[in-house]
């Protein structure tokens, strides 16, 4: 069974205190792994897709790092407008039902950064 | 830039009541998807859709949810009746379908549902 597990569940951080996020995951046949903000009471928002250990990416103060059996989200000098809750997800191929691709959550870290 | 709508944002029932929920993808994407929430937790699909077909509803529970995508664009999901433990979140996403890329899903602000 896909299992994500997230840590640490909620992180507080000082303004400029730079951090990582970690994100264990176990998947047979790997699509894809994703990472997502998401604000209070709002949908989460789409921040990247990994394919392949060693892969990385970058988006303005994050930085998003895979290997074949976790995930990091480096977060570099972080703002108070980083705070949110950080979603990892991944993505298998099922061949059952016509090619469902599911994506599977971690239940997410709380980042606070203080000012 | 292009969003997944829905609607209601907020709804408020009694438990044994109907409850429905809208959403509209993100104009050509081919995949549309419902989770769940609860508070605390992260997104659990429901159903997923490609076009208007059904090709993953294993989560969903049959006897009280039924979801439809009758012309293949927008989508409702209906729960009759509504129990104490259906209070959560409910998610709409959509994604692009291409046959070997694999595409992020797009949010919507969700339907916060609120059972008494």
């Known amino acids: 069974e896909d299992q994500v597990t997230q840590s640490p569940e909620a992180l507080r951080l000082q303004e400029g205190e730079s951090s990582s996020l970690n994100c264990s995951y176990t998947v047979s046949g790997l699509r894809g792994l994703f990472w997502y903000r998401q604000d209070p009471g709002k949908g989460p928002e789409f921040l990247f897709t990994?394919?392949?250990a060693g892969e990385e990416k970058e988006k303005e103060r994050l930085k998003a790092t895979l290997t074949k059996k976790e995930s990091f989200l480096h977060i570099t000098a972080p703002k108070p407008e980083d705070s949110a809750t950080y979603l990892c997800?991944?993505?298998?191929?099922?061949?059952?039902?016509?090619?469902?691709?599911?994506?599977?959550f971690g239940k997410g870290t709380k980042l606070t950064v203080n000012p | 830039e292009a969003e997944v709508a829905q609607s209601p944002r907020y709804k408020i029932t009694e438990k044994s009541q109907a409850v429905a929920f809208w959403c509209d993808p993100i104009?050509?994407?081919?995949?549309l998807y419902w989770y769940r929430q609860i508070l605390g937790q992260g997104p659990e699909l429901l159903v997923q859709f490609q076009d208007e077909s059904v090709v993953d509803d294993s989560q969903l529970p049959k006897d009280r949810f039924s979801a439809e995508r009758l012309k293949g664009v927008d989508s409702t999901l209906k729960i009759q009746p509504a129990e104490l433990g259906d209070s959560a979140m409910y998610l709409c996403?959509?994604?692009?379908?291409?046959?070997?890329?694999?595409?992020?899903?797009?949010f919507g602000n969700g339907t916060r549902l609120t059972v008494t």
């Open positions: 104009s050509g994407h081919a995949t």
């Open positions: 997800a991944v993505r298998r191929s099922t061949r059952t039902q016509g090619g469902s691709e599911k994506l599977v």
């Open positions: 996403a959509s994604s692009l379908r291409r046959d070997r890329a694999v595409s992020p899903l797009h």
């Open positions: 990994l394919y392949s």
